[in-house]
């Protein structure tokens, strides 16, 4: 009786409150099944991948093997040079497809290509492309130079760049529009004003583009770094690593592991990776909040 009491004593707005409203229950119903997928098939798989690297002389054995030292410096090359190089060339492509004459908005079609076909088809189109012996490539400097040309995937430095190249063809479009969409949010008066004071094309990117999308570039790149951090496709289908495994980069490190039955250092190159993405993270989330 006394619950009763209570209950007729309590403010109609807050009983109200209390009721789970028809919105609130099915968004509840929607995401169940997604938080019972992501703990199956996420959380499940890399809490075991952390079981099995938990012994310290997997990570002992995993510094020692030279690969090991070759594949983080072909990470960092990535993440700095190519990460950095495709960025610079989407903000440049970017104020060049904001423009409004018909042909542009034609070959902005066929730029965004590349991003928008599967990588398997497109990846190893460019492989046979490099073929030596019979790739479209080599084919076309000999008809015009007469002489052979390089064996592109068989040299680690020629076929690391063309790991990066590949990357950069393959993620530069995503990242171009993202960059058109900063320009565009500009107001235009503020290009005609300047225009208007005899500002250069240099002095308006200066003064206006760049102050306005600088916190988007910046937040950009370092999204790109943790995405590029787990770009398998972009090395793996070109170079499969090789030759000799020296142009694995982490996230292909640990299939040639797999592939020698070593569980253990496929599941420890995996977690020594975390101290690269904990930090981009960390910035990339300080930079979202302010």
Partial sequence: MSTIT?????PPALAAARRMSSWQFWGLVLVVPYLLIFLVFVIYPVGYGLWLARHPHSYVKLVEDP???RTVLNTLVFLIIGVNIKMLIALALSGFFVQTRSW????????????AMPSIPTILSVRF?????WGVVNSLIFRLTGADGPNWLNDPLLALTCAILMHIWKSLPFWTLILIAGR?????????????????????????????????????TILSMIWTLGDFNSVYLLTGGGPADLTHVLATLGIRY?????????????????PLVLPLIYFMMKRLSK
């Avoid at 209570?6 to 309590?10: E, S």
């Avoid at 492309?129 to 012996?133: G, V």
Wanted: avoid cysteine; aromatic fraction near 12%; glycine fraction near 2%.
């Fill in 6 to 10: 209570l209950d007729q004593g309590r």
């Fill in 258 to 274: 797999l592939r020698l039955d070593q569980v253990d250092l496929s599941m420890a190159s995996i977690v020594v990776a975390m």
């Fill in 104 to 115: 542009i908005k034609w070959l902005s079609v066929l730029f965004i290509l590349p991003w």
């Fill in 184 to 220: 565009l949010s500009i107001p235009a008066e503020q290009y005609e004003a300047a225009s208007v004071d005899g500002a250069s094309n240099w002095q308006k990117f200066k003064f206006i583009t760049w102050p306005s999308m600088r916190t988007l570039y910046l937040t950009s």
């Fill in 67 to 69: 690969i090991f030292v």
């Fill in 129 to 133: 492309m490099l073929n030596p012996d």
